[in-house]
């Protein structure tokens, strides 16, 4: 029968279901289900993975002890190194250190510093020579001057005598009341006087004796002694009388005898010839006594320091007198002869 000949199937209307789409699908006969699959058998992959599992430790090699074994010889050999490193180090201090103390490494670097400061003259010089080449030289007008050998030169006794005449000059501003100090000295002895006032009196030599030491030396000189101690301190306490009214209390009495036996005999003598006590005698007082010019000097420098004027006195006995005691203002020398440094010399 045609297929045009068939009945038409009679189809649902919409948003209804046909029986046949309500009929449950058949299982095809070849492909078993899944119920019908026995617990018993296990699938074929499940047993592959066990087997593998249990055949994976025993074929895995053990490698600790190599790793073990390996790292011990990399650490005696690291140990190796820098015990080799250590002494190559010392010995290149110990080479430094040779070659430092060593003459070729001292020619070495003295060497090095030479070719350094020649090659910074060579750098000076190079830049000096370009300054004077750009330098604008002006021709300057010769001036002719006569020479000092054309003109008359003052013979040495002239320059002599004017510093004599200088030295004299010290104490001329107050001659007359140093003259009329000398003048008092030659009349009766005043045994009351005040402390550092004379309370002796001079004879004429005495007087002659400190003129030339005031008007011609200017207060710095030598002079021959009286032929005894006594009489060179009575003079040194004239002395000290007069400068006491020039200076008042800026000057101190520095006395260099170089024995205690000597230094007794001046201080004993002035207390005497002044009216003085043993407090006037002292670092702080008006007359210090010293038995060595070094200590003399330091003093004398420090007075100075000070704006006081240092009178020296030296003893007839001093063979000789320090060259730095000749540079102070003020110093009187006693010069003794033969007869009274014999004496001396005897007496100790």
């Known amino acids: 029968m045609p297929e045009t ?3 038409l199937r009679k189809q649902p209307p919409p948003g209804q279901t046909s029986p046949e789409q309500l009929a449950p699908e058949q299982p095809s006969p070849q492909q078993p289900s899944p119920e019908q699959l026995s617990p018993e058998q296990p699938s074929n992959n499940s047993a592959d993975s066990q087997s593998d599992l249990l055949a994976a430790p025993q074929d895995k090699p053990d490698l600790d002890p190599l790793l073990q074994v390996a790292l011990t010889e990399l ?7 820098e015990a080799e490193i250590k002494d190559l180090s010392n010995r290149k201090s110990q080479l430094e250190k040779e070659l430092s103390s060593s003459f070729a490494g001292q020619s070495d670097a003295i060497a090095r510093r030479v070719k350094g400061f020649q090659d910074y003259l060579t750098g000076a010089l190079q830049d000096l020579a370009q300054s004077v080449e750009q330098l604008e030289l002006v021709v300057q007008p010769v001036v002719v001057q006569p020479s000092p050998l054309d003109q008359p030169n003052s013979t040495p006794e002239a320059a002599a005598q004017g510093n004599a005449l200088a030295v004299a000059d010290t104490f001329k501003p107050d001659e007359s009341l140093i003259r009329e100090c000398l003048e008092q000295f030659l ?3 005043d045994f009351y006087a005040d402390p550092w006032k004379l309370r002796r009196s001079l004879d004429p030599r005495d007087k002659e004796l400190l003129e030339d030491w005031f008007f011609n030396q200017g207060g710095r000189g030598a002079q021959p002694s009286r032929n005894s101690r006594t009489r060179n301190i009575l003079v040194a306490a004239a002395l000290i ?8 209390d800026r000057f101190q009495s520095l006395v260099l005898a170089g024995e205690p036996e000597r230094l007794g005999e001046w201080r004993r003598g002035l207390q005497d010839a002044l009216g003085l006590a043993r407090e006037d005698f002292g670092p702080s007082s008006g007359i210090v006594l010293f038995e060595r010019g070094e200590a003399l000097v330091e003093r004398a420098d420090r007075l100075e320091e000070r704006g006081e004027v240092p009178l020296i006195l030296i003893d007839a006995a ?20 033969p007869q009274e440094r014999f004496e001396d010399e005897e007496l100790l």
Do not use: K, N, T
């Open 318 to 337: 001093q063979r000789s007198v320090e060259i730095p005691v000749l540079q102070f203002p003020l110093w009187l020398a006693f010069a003794a002869g």
């Open 5 to 7: 000949d068939l009945p």
């Open 241 to 248: 009388a007069i400068l006491g009214e020039l200076y008042g």
């Open 187 to 189: 009349s009766q002895p």
């Open 75 to 81: 650490q005696q050999r690291r140990d190796q190194l």
